[in-house]
């Protein structure tokens, strides 16, 4: 029996970020994510809207960056396994990429929605 190592909020913290600055040097979608939230983010509040619509918006920014996360984690386990084409492998990585799309998805429509209400078109 493998004795787990103890784990502390602040080791947890640790590897966390370490994960995340892996992900922002060697993923490329990942720093379009990101983008994506920083223009969004001052889009969101420059709009003559109310607060409320602007943080509906802005925290809807982080679904894709979430997404991208768990993309890149799939996609680094199926690597590690197999370097070679194998069907399991490629419907992985398809379901990584199929959740960033979802994500993207529902961005756009929390956008349309929120800006729907806040410019009183519905």
């Known amino acids: 029996m493998h004795n787990k190592p103890k ?10 970020l370490a994960g ?19 223009v969004g983010t001052v889009v969101a509040w420059l709009l003559p809207i ?9 925290i809807s920014l982080i679904i894709p960056i979430m997404a991208e996360i768990a993309n890149s984690a799939i996609e680094r ?10 069907i399991l492998a490629k419907q992985a990585k398809d379901a990584g990429a199929a959740l960033v799309f979802v994500s993207l998805v529902t961005l756009a429509a ?3 929605s929120t800006l729907a209400l806040a410019f009183k078109l519905v």
């Open 77 to 86: 386990v199926v690597d590690l396994v197999t370097k070679e084409y194998h």
């Open 110 to 112: 929390i956008w349309v």
């Open 20 to 38: 995340l600055v892996d992900i922002v040097k060697h993923e490329r979608s990942f720093k379009l994510q990101l983008v994506l939230f920083v």
């Open 7 to 16: 784990y502390t909020l602040f080791k947890n913290t640790t590897y966390a």
């Open 50 to 58: 109310e607060i409320e619509y602007k943080l509906v918006l802005s």
